[in-house]
């Protein structure tokens, strides 16, 4: 039996059918706060090597032939003893394998049923195929990002996978927990990338229609203001300008000691006030600039790379990245005080199925056959 882990999570136990990132994203953010998270992936995937993704940290995993009468008759047995299962497949996928909501809830009405997809479980779309960019595309959030006159700039692929699905579909299932305690059945959940990465940008979508905010770029905090920007330095590096108050613009202006500016609350002059700045910051290297902005409330920071990020004194001082397995890993957030820190061990193979319902002769025969690895 795997020692248990610690949190406010202890004892959860959490089926992760392993898909793309955002699924072991969802589940990551479950072991970090200490559910018992067991992978469940191809069997030929599946060697004693350690999983060193980050994501995978904390975790145990396993493989099974889903695709097998016996490998589905497994993972009933699994969710029998499970709180949870997090299912990333695209709409059907799950009840044509026998191993939808309504096969795993008649052996376990408690269950939670986690699902992520792009599009979510029903309309025009969801049977159809999408990464992010088409997701964040959909719900109107790409529309808002990028420099003005430019196209759209998709953010890598945080807020489609990672902010409006992994981390929405780990929300959707602490509110089932909780719910669960009060019902005693489990809930399916329908995260929609679309969905989640819409609600992200609530704010914004009541600026929009109410006139407050314009097209993309030419905003606030949308790299059209000059004081919400970034700025090149003298050795090709940059610094981040987020002096958006009058006192942290003046304590900014102040230390650069710079005087008669375009005024910065008129937008015709934000492109004169921008081209004073930039000429400004070409001036000095990163490290002049860091120097003088140092413990200032200037809302000045340097732009960090991850390497260097790791190392800046207030991720050291707060322990912010630790090294597992010689990778660096950001540490569970947020912080629960007080709570033991968790193991972010690499994902190891779990051989002992006991505790979720496989008795060991049973676990060998599956074995045997090569539906469990």
Request: charged residues 20%; contains cysteine; proline residues 7%.
């Amino acid at each position: 039996m795997p020692e248990v882990r610690q949190g406010p999570l202890s004892g959860v136990r959490v089926l992760e059918l392993a898909g793309l990132a955002p699924g072991p994203f969802a589940g990551m953010m479950l072991a970090d706060h200490g559910a018992e998270v067991l992978r469940v992936d191809r069997v030929g995937a599946v060697s004693d090597r350690p999983r060193a993704d980050v994501m995978d940290r904390g975790k145990h995993t396993i493989g099974l032939d889903l695709k097998s009468p016996e490998g589905v008759a497994a993972l009933k047995e699994l969710a029998r003893h499970a709180d949870v299962v997090i299912e990333v497949f695209r709409p059907g996928v799950a009840e044509r394998l026998g191993i939808g909501p309504a096969d795993l809830h008649a052996v376990n009405e408690r269950l939670v049923y986690g699902r992520m997809t792009g599009w979510g479980q029903d309309g025009p779309l969801a049977s159809t195929a999408g990464h992010d960019i088409d997701y964040i595309a959909v719900s109107g959030v790409l529309s808002m990002l990028g420099h003005e006159g430019e196209r759209p700039t998709p953010p890598m692929n945080i807020l489609g996978d990672f902010a409006g699905g992994g981390l929405m579909l780990a929300y959707g299932v602490l509110l089932a927990l909780f719910e669960r305690e009060r019902t005693g059945v489990g809930r399916v959940i329908d995260a929609a990338m679309v969905d989640g990465a819409a609600i992200l940008f609530s704010m914004f979508y009541q600026a929009v229609q109410s006139g407050h905010w314009g097209p993309r770029g030419t905003n606030l905090l949308d790299t059209g203001a000059p004081q919400y920007d970034t700025y090149e330095t003298a050795d090709g590096e940059h610094m981040a300008v987020g002096a958006l108050e009058p006192q942290f613009w003046e304590a900014m202006v102040g230390l650069m000691g710079l005087t008669d500016l375009p005024d910065r609350n008129d937008r015709a002059q934000w492109p004169a006030l921008r081209a004073r700045l930039t000429e400004e910051f070409r001036k000095r290297t990163r490290a002049e600039w860091e120097a003088l902005f140092e413990g200032s409330d200037a809302c000045v920071s340097p732009v960090l790379s991850m390497a260097e990020a790791a190392a800046h004194p207030h991720n050291v001082a707060r322990g912010s990245f630790v090294q597992v397995g010689g990778v660096t890993h950001p540490v569970p957030a947020p912080r629960l005080l007080g709570t033991p820190g968790q193991d972010l061990s690499p994902a190891t193979r779990l051989t002992d199925l006991s505790g979720w319902g496989l008795p060991r002769e049973e676990a060998g025969k599956l074995r045997d056959m090569g539906v469990l690895a």
